[in-house]
Each structure stands twice: as C-alpha cells, then as structure tokens.
C-alpha cells in the first residue's frame, strides 16, 4: 500500500510517498524561512499563500521521482493539526480533494504524532512502549507511547516551547531570525560555568516545563554584561545547558516513573548535538532519534503516521474536512 | 464539454455540475464552514446528475477576491481535483461571478460589483454585458469606499455587500448614474460555468498547479524596520 503524505502545518511544506513494503520511497521538502526571515517570524497568511503554490508541484516532483502516476497511490495523509489554521487549510484541502477525486481514502495526521512516530522511519527502529520527548519550535512534549494511537501525556511546557526559547533568546542576543541553530552553534564557543541559569521546575515533582522565564534571564544577563562577542557566546551556552538539563532531568523521571528504558526524542530541538551528548549521559536506556532530515517537519512523517494507521482502519470517507489548530495529542485514539 | 465548477471565496458555498448541455447547482450559505460542505455538495451533484467525474473535462473555480481561507479552500479542492483527474482548470473573478450572476434578472447594461473586503475597504470592479456575458471594464481593486467610482454615464445596477455596508458612500459616488442596488449577490457556481465555457473556447485552460488564487490585498504584513 502506498500512502502519500502531505505536510503543511507551519512554514515547511513536506511531500512523501510511503509504500508498506517498499518503505518510504521519497520525500521532498520546501522551507519557507527565506520569506519570514524578512518579517523576523513566521507570518501566517504568507505560509498559507505559499504552501498552496508548493503543494502540487512537490506532489509532481515526488511522484516523477518514484515513477507513479497518482492513480498507483492508496491513500492520502494530510497534517490535520496542531499548526497555523490557514496552512493546514491549504493541506486539507488539497489532500481531501485528491482522494475524494481518486475515490481512495484520505487520513486526518495529528502533527505531532507525524513526529512522535519518525523514528520508526530508521533502521532498528524502537519498539513500543516508549517514552517520547517532543521539541520543537511549537511545542515540548512528554508523552508516555504504548502503541499507535496509545499516548499518554506526561508534561508539557506551561508556557514556550523549547525550540520557541531558542529563537527568542537568539533574538534577545542579535542573531538573525530563526536563530535557534545559530545560538546552538554560538555555545559551542562559550565558556562553561560564567553564567549560571536556572533549571525551571527541576526541583519540584512533576514532568511539566517552563521555559519563559529564561528569556527574562537571558535579557538580564545581556543587559548588564560588556555585550562583547565572547559574552554573547557565553550567555548562549549557559542558556543551552539550563535548557538541555532541565529536558535530561526529566526524561529521567519519566522513563523511572513509567518504568521504560526506551526514550524517543524527535522535533526540531532534536537535532542538538549538546542534547544528544547529555542524553547519552542516561544509563541503560536505548535512544532513538529520526535522521536529522526529519527532525523538523517533513512529509515523510506524515506518510508514514498515515500507513500507519491506515493498515488497521479504512481511513475516512467524510467529505467534510477539518483543521483542528489546538488538538492534545492525548486526544488521538488508536485507529 | 462537461464542467464542474465551483466557489467558496464568500459567505455563499456552492458548487455546480454541467453536464450533457444540463446544469444542476447546489448552494448553502454559510460563515466558516465551507471546508466542511462544499466536497459534499459537489458529491450530491454527481449522485444527482448520475455523472461521474471520470466524464468532467474541465474544473472551473472562484479564484477571489474575497476571504483568503474562503478562497484557498475552493482553489485547494479545485487543484485537488483536477490533478487527480489530469484535466485544465478555468480560473474566474468571483467579482465577475457576482456580476454574471445578476445579468438574467436584471436585464442590466452596466454592473458594478462592490464586496466587503474589511479593514473600512471594498474589492470592486466595473463590467459592461455584452452578448449575454459580464466583461471587465477596469481593474479589480481593493480599496476605500470613498475612491470607487463609475468609469462611464451609464445606468449602473450596483451589486454585492459592499453596497449595503457602504450604501451612503457608494450612491453618493454613482449619484445620478444608479439604477438600482441589489446588495444580496453573491458568486454562484452556475455563474462560472458560463463565464468558463467561454474562457474554454478562448482557450484559457489552466494545469491544476496553475490555479492559484487571485487576493488583491498583498500587503498583509510588516516587514522589520517598516514599523
């Protein structure tokens, strides 16, 4: 069975053809950045004017690639949510209209489950239960994965995302927009232990986060210091390594409650090397992570979620379609 | 030729079906849930004409101004559509769709088509009938109430919700050259297809991937330092 995956939640438009016995086949990726970058920040009407210039085209290129024709396609996977209304709009439209055209099912993917399931993509993928760690620029998850549909919600930040911090922090510092790499980057030139950050609601019980309050810190900390190259680099890894911590200490408290020794960690704030150090740092346990490709948002995700489920159910035949910009990934059920 | 054709860009949803020289036309007017009816609405065409879309030659669309999720939606589902089918697309104004929609009724000349386009402006345009079909006299445009006028003394019929939300301003600009004012109009389905079969003829055909909305208003964000 070969489903095609349309992603377009944010400012990435992602296109991917998954075949079950083939997997994935190929998968295509267009980044808005270059367009917000002049705005520094994602302009919502400007995503969705953009993704519905790029959808069919990058549906063209991936089936070129792979030698079908969309007649040889079985499905279609859309991002349905969580994500910016009007993007996600332009997805589902197109999605839910292929299929319909194409008297073949269409499958409504939670964004964040797309992500959740991107390790399984890899060889020797993790095998389930498992916890995930879900970062990103719009969102820090915690969820506790018995199966497909299976997720219980451990924490969730209170207030920014981690990958959000990230850039904002980048922002506070002058670096240009989306700078969360480009601060990551910067730390690795900063000198450990001359600034010390704290480590948000570690030392309390519980698995939820709370980011905002090192912006608050981080603006501080710029504020009264010389604002020369090496502080600007200093302040960026004493905010990483709150940052980092802070996830690492409690990946370790849900993998203890929940008694699991496998994390999954995916979202864009995966690709971090000084994140993926630490976590090693968590003895006997097995880490899995997508390859970097994948760590931020992509089709092949959403293909993927979509065989997924579509293997085990019929996918819908409403012809209403809908977005659904705030959806609990606890609200999924398996399918 | 057999057309489909469809239009989500206003408070109207509707669709419609041309097929074997008949047309069947579903509308239901709604605020946001076009997303939610108007695949449904263009299955009920087909179940009721007992066409199947492997026999549509050509998809026409509503291609704006007017609401920008409205219009994405139709354009979405018509590039959906047509790709799967590898069959053209035939994009039209749903201003021109307003002002083709009032021609059989009216009996007018001269249309003037006015919609609410929010932040205090209207999208309009001027069309002149000729043999039984709305052509464009100006540009489309968005702009302010106040700035949109008449182009020739004529007998203008004044259509679409701009002329109710802005009636004062825009009699006061047509003084002396309206006709009448018919404010309830909206872009209708059935409209397009006979704007599309002669766009067809004129051979207009557009790739599904060519279909892209027309907006008007492209200023719609700040860029830094702009302030």
Same mark, same amino acid.
């Given at each position: 069975?070969?489903?095609?995956?349309?992603?377009?939640?944010?400012?990435?438009?992602?296109?991917?053809?998954?075949?079950?016995?083939?997997?994935?086949?190929?998968?295509?990726?267009?980044?808005q950045?270059?367009?917000?970058?002049?705005?520094?920040?994602?302009?919502?009407?400007?995503?969705?004017?953009?993704?519905?210039?790029?959808?069919?085209?990058?549906?063209?290129?991936?089936?070129?690639?792979? @030698?079908?024709?969309?007649?040889?396609?079985?499905?279609v996977?859309?991002?349905a949510g969580?994500?910016?209304?009007?993007?996600?709009?332009?997805?589902?439209?197109?999605?839910?209209?292929?299929a319909?055209?194409?008297?073949?099912?269409?499958?409504?993917?939670?964004?964040?489950?797309?992500?959740?399931?991107?390790?399984?993509?890899?060889?020797?993928?993790?095998?389930?239960?498992?916890?995930?760690?879900?970062?990103?620029?719009?969102?820090?998850?915690?969820?506790?994965?018995?199966?497909?549909?299976?997720?219980?919600?451990?924490?969730?930040?209170?207030?920014?995302?981690?990958?959000?911090?990230?850039?904002?922090?980048?922002?506070?510092?002058?670096?240009?927009?989306?700078g969360?790499?480009?601060?990551?980057?910067?730390?690795?030139?900063?000198?450990?232990?001359?600034?010390?950050f704290?480590?948000?609601?570690?030392? =309390?019980?519980?698995?939820?986060?709370?980011?905002?309050?090192?912006?608050?810190?981080?603006?501080?900390?710029? =504020?009264?210091?010389? @604002?020369?190259? @090496?502080? =600007?680099?200093d302040?960026?890894?004493?905010?990483?390594?709150?940052?980092?911590?802070?996830?690492?200490?409690?990946?370790?408290?849900?993998?203890?409650?929940?008694?699991?020794?496998?994390?999954?960690?995916?979202?864009?704030?995966?690709?971090?090397?000084?994140?993926?150090?630490k976590?090693?740092?968590?003895?006997?346990?097995?880490?899995?992570?997508?390859?970097?490709?994948?760590?931020?948002?992509?089709?092949?995700?959403?293909?993927?979620?979509?065989?997924?489920?579509?293997?085990n159910?019929?996918?819908?035949?409403?012809?209403?379609?809908?977005?659904?910009?705030?959806?609990?990934?606890?609200?999924?059920?398996?399918? | 030729?057999?057309?489909?054709?469809?239009?989500?860009?206003?408070?109207?949803?509707?669709?419609a079906?041309?097929?074997?020289?008949?047309?069947f036309?579903?509308?239901?007017?709604?605020?946001?849930?076009?997303?939610?009816?108007?695949?449904?609405?263009?299955d009920?065409?087909f179940?009721?004409?007992?066409?199947?879309?492997a026999?549509?030659?050509?998809?026409?669309?509503?291609?704006?101004? #007017?609401?920008?999720? #409205?219009?994405?939606? #139709?354009?979405?589902?018509?590039?959906?559509?047509?790709?799967?089918?590898?069959?053209?697309?035939?994009?039209?104004?749903?201003?021109?769709?307003?002002?083709?929609?009032?021609?059989?009724e009216s009996? !007018?000349?001269y249309?003037s088509?006015?919609?609410d386009?929010?932040?205090?402006?209207?999208? #309009? !345009?001027?069309?002149?009938?000729?043999?039984?079909?709305?052509?464009?006299?100006d540009?489309?445009?968005?702009?302010?109430?106040?700035?949109?006028?008449?182009?020739?003394r004529?007998?203008?019929?004044?259509?679409g919700?701009?002329?109710?939300?802005?009636?004062?301003?825009?009699?006061?600009?047509f003084?002396g050259?309206?006709?009448?004012?018919?404010?309830?109009?909206?872009?209708?389905?059935?409209?397009?297809?006979?704007?599309?079969?002669?766009?067809?003829?004129?051979?207009k055909?557009?790739?599904?991937e060519?279909?892209?909305?027309?907006?008007?208003?492209?200023?719609?964000?700040?860029?830094?330092?702009?302030?």
């Open positions: 069975m070969r489903v095609l995956g349309i992603e377009s939640s944010c400012d990435e438009t992602g296109i991917a053809i998954y075949d079950t016995e083939k997997y994935l086949l190929v998968h295509r990726l267009y980044s950045i270059e367009l917000h970058s002049e705005y520094g920040g994602v302009v919502p009407e400007l995503a969705s004017r953009d993704h519905i210039q790029k959808i069919l085209p990058l549906i063209n290129q991936v089936l070129n690639q792979a @030698q079908l024709t969309c007649l040889e396609i079985d499905a996977a859309y991002t969580p994500g910016l209304a009007g993007a996600l709009l332009v997805g589902a439209s197109i999605g839910r209209s292929l319909w055209a194409l008297n073949i099912p269409s499958i409504a993917i939670h964004h964040m489950e797309g992500h959740l399931l991107s390790p399984l993509l890899e060889v020797n993928p993790p095998k389930f239960p498992f916890i995930s760690l879900l970062i990103s620029g719009g969102h820090t998850l915690l969820v506790e994965v018995l199966g497909i549909g299976r997720y219980t919600l451990l924490g969730e930040s209170m207030d920014d995302a981690v990958g959000e911090v990230f850039d904002k922090i980048a922002k506070i510092l002058g670096l240009n927009y989306p969360g790499q480009l601060l990551a980057n910067l730390a690795e030139k900063g000198r450990p232990n001359k600034y010390k704290p480590r948000p609601m570690t030392n =309390r019980p519980g698995l939820n986060f709370s980011f905002s309050g090192l912006k608050t810190f981080a603006m501080n900390t710029w =504020r009264s210091c010389g @604002q020369t190259e @090496q502080d =600007r680099a302040i960026a890894l004493a905010f990483q390594t709150a940052a980092i911590e802070t996830l690492v200490i409690k990946c370790r408290r849900a993998l203890k409650q929940t008694k699991l020794h496998t994390l999954v960690v995916a979202g864009g704030v995966s690709a971090n090397k000084a994140l993926r150090t976590l090693y740092s968590i003895p006997d346990i097995d880490i899995h992570y997508p390859r970097l490709s994948f760590c931020s948002d992509n089709g092949a995700m959403i293909a993927f979620a979509g065989a997924m489920r579509k293997v159910s019929g996918g819908e035949m409403n012809l209403g379609f809908y977005v659904r910009p705030y959806w609990p990934i606890n609200d999924l059920s398996p399918p | 030729m057999n057309i489909l054709s469809l239009d989500t860009s206003t408070e109207s949803c509707s669709a079906l041309l097929y074997q020289g008949e047309i036309e579903r509308i239901s007017m709604t605020q946001r849930s076009h997303s939610d009816l108007i695949l449904g609405l263009i009920a065409l179940i009721e004409s007992r066409a199947t879309i026999e549509i030659d050509v998809v026409a669309v509503g291609r704006g101004p #007017g609401s920008f999720a #409205g219009v994405r939606i #139709g354009v979405g589902v018509t590039q959906g559509i047509a790709f799967a089918r590898d069959i053209p697309v035939i994009t039209i104004s749903s201003l021109t769709a307003i002002a083709q929609g009032t021609i059989a009996h !007018a000349n249309i088509v006015a919609i386009a929010r932040m205090g402006e209207i999208y #309009g !345009a001027n069309f002149q009938v000729v043999d039984g079909l709305a052509i464009l006299l540009k489309e445009q968005v702009c302010l109430p106040k700035k949109f006028k008449f182009i020739k004529q007998e203008w019929l004044g259509v919700t701009g002329w109710a939300k802005y009636k004062s301003t825009l009699t006061n600009n003084a050259q309206l006709k009448e004012v018919n404010a309830y109009c909206f872009p209708k389905a059935s409209s397009i297809i006979e704007l599309a079969h002669n766009e067809v003829k004129m051979g055909l557009l790739s599904a060519q279909a892209l909305p027309v907006y008007l208003r492209n200023n719609v964000a700040r860029k830094k330092g702009e302030g």
